[in-house]
C-alpha cells in the first residue's frame, strides 16, 4: 500500500525559516514523482511544485518559482517543501501527493497534509 | 482566479442526481483526455474519484461517473447520498503548464 505521511503542523513568526516533510513508503520511492499542493484557508487547490527523486529533477508553478524549495533525500524515502522567509500569507494546509505513473498523471495517493500558521 | 471554471456551488436532495462543470480552453480540458476529478471532505485530504475524463480508481461508488464535450468537462453524481457531501475539484493536463491547471472547486450540499 502507498502510504505518504507528513510532518506534524508548524507555528511560525514571519521571516522565520521552515522545511516540511512527506516519507513516502509501500512503493519504489526513486521512481515517482512527488507533488506539493497549497491549500489557503477556505480555498481551492493549487499545484507548487514536483520532484523526481531519482535524478532530483524538479519543476515549479511560476507563482511558486523563487518563493519555496523542494528537494527529495532518497536514503530516506523524504520529500521536503522549504521556505526561507516565510510570509502570513503562506499560512495554509501543504500535501504533498504522488501521481499514479509518469507525468502527465493524476494525484492517485496523498499525504494527510501539514498544517503551516505563520503569525505577523 | 483559477485556469478551470467551477461554479462555486452546487446542491441536490437525497436520490436526486447532480452534475458539476468544469470549463477549461483548448489549451487544456478541450485538447486532451487528462481531466480528472478529486472529492475532499472538510479537514481531509483530496481523494481522485475520477481520471482520463471518464475512468474510476477501484473503490470509488459506480454512481460516479464522468463526461467532457469540447472545453468542457463534467461530474455526475447520482442517488445522492449524505456522504458525497463534500467539495470537488477538477484538474487537467494543460499545454502551456507542466504541472496541470485545478479549478477553483465546488461545493455540494446534500439537502
Known amino acids: 500500500e502507498v502510504r505518504l505521511v507528513q510532518s506534524r503542523a508548524e507555528v511560525k513568526k514571519s521571516g522565520e525559516s521552515l522545511k516540511i516533510s512527506c516519507k513516502g513508503s509501500?512503493?519504489?520511492?526513486?521512481?515517482?514523482?512527488i507533488a506539493w499542493v497549497r491549500q489557503m484557508p477556505g480555498k481551492g487547490l493549487e499545484w507548487m511544485g514536483i520532484i523526481y527523486p531519482g535524478d532530483s529533477n524538479t519543476r515549479y508553478s511560476p507563482s511558486f518559482q523563487g518563493q519555496v524549495t523542494i528537494s527529495a533525500d532518497e536514503s530516506i524515502s523524504t520529500a521536503y517543501l522549504q521556505w526561507s522567509s516565510l510570509k502570513a500569507s503562506d499560512t495554509a494546509m501543504y500535501y504533498c501527493?504522488?501521481?499514479?505513473?509518469?507525468?502527465?498523471?493524476?494525484?492517485?495517493?496523498w499525504g494527510q497534509g501539514t498544517l503551516v500558521t505563520v503569525s505577523s | 482566479q483559477s485556469a478551470l471554471t467551477q461554479p462555486a456551488s452546487v446542491s441536490g436532495s437525497p436520490r436526486q442526481s447532480i452534475t458539476i462543470s468544469c470549463t477549461g480552453t483548448n489549451s487544456d480540458v478541450g485538447s486532451y483526455n487528462l481531466v480528472s476529478w478529486y472529492q475532499q471532505h472538510p479537514g481531509k485530504a483530496p481523494k481522485l474519484i475520477i481520471y482520463?475524463?471518464?475512468k474510476r480508481p477501484s473503490g470509488v461508488s459506480n454512481r460516479v461517473s464522468g463526461s467532457k464535450s469540447g472545453n468542457t468537462a463534467s461530474l455526475t453524481i447520482s442517488g445522492l447520498q449524505a456522504e458525497d457531501e463534500a467539495d470537488y475539484y477538477c484538474s487537467s493536463y494543460a499545454s502551456n503548464d507542466t504541472l496541470g491547471v485545478f479549478g477553483g472547486g465546488t461545493k455540494l450540499t446534500v439537502l
Open positions: 509501500g512503493y519504489s520511492f526513486t521512481s515517482y514523482w
Open positions: 501527493a504522488r501521481p499514479w505513473w509518469d507525468l502527465p498523471s493524476p494525484l492517485r495517493s
Open positions: 482520463e475524463v471518464t
